[in-house]
């Protein structure tokens, strides 16, 4: 799905450049180009960091107990 309109940045996009490390908005912002026009996929595309993010705390929690 289009995320970004303005740049043509799909989901897919985002995620795999959320996944090869990106973690802020300005990383997104300097690879992808996403939120530098309209800004309306501003919160979205931060939804996939966060969604990340939280993803990788939980990941790090059970290999530390592990």
């Known amino acids: 799905m289009f995320v970004c309109i303005c ?3 799909t989901d897919r996009e985002i995620k795999e450049t959320v ?3 990106a973690s ?21 595309a931060a939804s996939f960091l966060a969604n990340h993010n ?7 929690g059970i290999n530390v107990q592990a």
Not at 24 to 31: K, N, P, R
Not at 54 to 60: F, G, H, I, K, L
């Open 19 to 21: 996944a090869a490390g």
């Open 54 to 60: 939280a993803q990788s705390t939980v990941t790090v």
């Open 24 to 44: 802020t908005m300005s990383d997104l912002q300097a690879q992808l180009g996403v939120a530098t026009c309209c800004g309306c996929c501003s919160e979205l």
């Open 7 to 9: 740049n043509a940045i």
